[in-house]
């Protein structure tokens, strides 16, 4: 991507902030913050030096993955990816119930982030239930194209993983392609029979149990990134 303009589609605001979220945001925000902008490098191991690899989440929603992750490795780094504020209040909520240390977050476009990290900087990606942009000419706005499939895989790892997860099975055949130009990437089961399985190594998100209760089947991909 040549010349990227920050761009967030649909809500811009949400319902206004509690005054916790706010509390949150003042207090907890500027020490947490890593700012992403277009030709700046925003490298995980300068930024967070004392952990042991680094998973970027993009679009964590109200950060309860993100914080569960976090929980399971403490001494590995999280950075979160998430352009909406209340989210990011929810986020910094976990981040204080469970005293994590070892998370930061970037309050931005994905898009942005992905062109400021350096090359193999990342474990981990993962990309859950990213908001499919059903209609036709919308789906330029897919944080999964060809473009972006290019900076995932420049910053990730040899043997680092991408992980997505969607219910929407357009969208999934339409990773499922882009993923299939890409040599780099091989799908990786992980024992299971089929990506209609659920790996059991995260809990189950926000907008996954909202698909669950309506009875869509989600699809779960997990690319592993190969040598040459
Ligand atoms: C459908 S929600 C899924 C949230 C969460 N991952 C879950 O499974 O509950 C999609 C999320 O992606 C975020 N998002 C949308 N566009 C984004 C972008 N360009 N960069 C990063 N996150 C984005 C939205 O704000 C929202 O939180």
Redesign the pocket.
């Known amino acids: 991507m040549t010349q990227l303009h920050r761009k967030?589609?649909?809500r811009k605001i949400a319902r206004p902030l509690k005054i916790n979220q706010k509390r949150l945001l003042e207090e907890d925000l500027p020490r947490l913050q890593l700012h992403a902008d277009f030709g700046k490098s925003l490298n995980p191991q300068e930024l967070m030096p004392d952990f042991n690899g680094y998973t970027l989440e993009?679009?964590?929603?109200?950060g309860e993955?993100l914080a569960w992750q976090a929980q399971q490795s403490p001494i590995h780094g999280f950075i979160g990816?998430?352009?909406?504020i209340t989210?990011v209040a929810g986020l910094l909520g976990c981040i204080e119930d469970a005293e994590l240390e070892n998370v930061r977050v970037v309050i931005d476009?994905?898009?942005v982030l992905l062109q400021s990290l350096p090359d193999a900087s990342l474990d981990r990606i993962f990309i859950?239930?990213?908001?499919p942009w059903h209609k036709k000419r919308h789906h330029k706005r897919r944080?999964i194209s060809d473009e972006t499939i290019a900076d995932l895989s420049r910053i990730l790892k040899i043997g680092g993983e991408l992980i997505m997860a969607t219910d929407i099975q357009d969208y999934a055949n339409w990773m499922q392609d882009i993923l299939s130009k890409r040599p780099e990437f091989l799908l990786n089961l992980q024992g299971r029979e089929s990506v209609y399985q659920r790996p059991d190594h995260w809990p189950i998100?926000?907008?996954?149990q909202k698909g669950i209760n309506a009875g869509r089947q989600a699809s779960y991909l997990v690319y592993r990134k190969q040598g040459n």
Not at 81 to 84: G, L, M
Not at 128 to 131: A, M, Q, V, Y
């Open positions: 967030i589609w649909g993009i679009g964590f929603g109200g993955h990816c998430e352009p909406f989210g476009d994905a898009r859950l239930f990213p908001d944080i998100t926000r907008y996954e």
